[in-house]
């Protein structure tokens, strides 16, 4: 029966910084969900989203991504940030949600980006 070894992540640190890279840039990339390796279907119709008043009077400016999940008519069923200021979050949703996108055979996963620029 093989054994333990307490010492595993202190050799694998050890090792020049590029092998551990690149190691975990391999096991990132081989466990990286499909959702986000498909590829992405064309927006028919954006609705633009609406500029938060705490941002406003705050001055915040910045890039939202959100991961959509489209049905296989091409509306959004779902919506959530996976990156961000979470002051955007309510107004992109929100938006987005009212997105058209080309239909297709299955319900799909994608990645959309929007961007609040300063008023």
């Not at 910084?17 to 990132?28: E, R």
């Not at 008043?53 to 069923?77: C, N, Q, Y």
């Not at 997105?99 to 961007?115: D, G, H, M, Y």
Request: proline share 6%; aromatic share 10%.
């Amino acid at each position: 029966m093989p054994t333990f070894d307490r010492n595993w992540l202190n050799r694998f640190l050890r090792r020049p910084p590029y092998v551990a890279g690149l190691l975990l840039a391999l096991f990132a990339v081989s466990f990286q969900p499909a959702a986000a390796q498909e590829a992405s279907r064309k927006v028919i119709a954006r609705t633009a989203p609406s500029y938060p008043e705490l941002a406003r009077r705050m001055h915040l400016a910045g890039k939202v991504r959100l991961e959509v999940i489209i049905t296989t008519g091409g509306s959004v069923k779902a919506a959530h940030l996976v990156g961000g200021n979470p002051v955007f979050e309510n107004n992109a949703i929100e938006a987005v949600k009212q997105w058209r996108f080309e239909a297709a055979s299955t319900e799909t996963k994608a990645i959309v980006v929007l961007e609040f620029a300063g008023q």
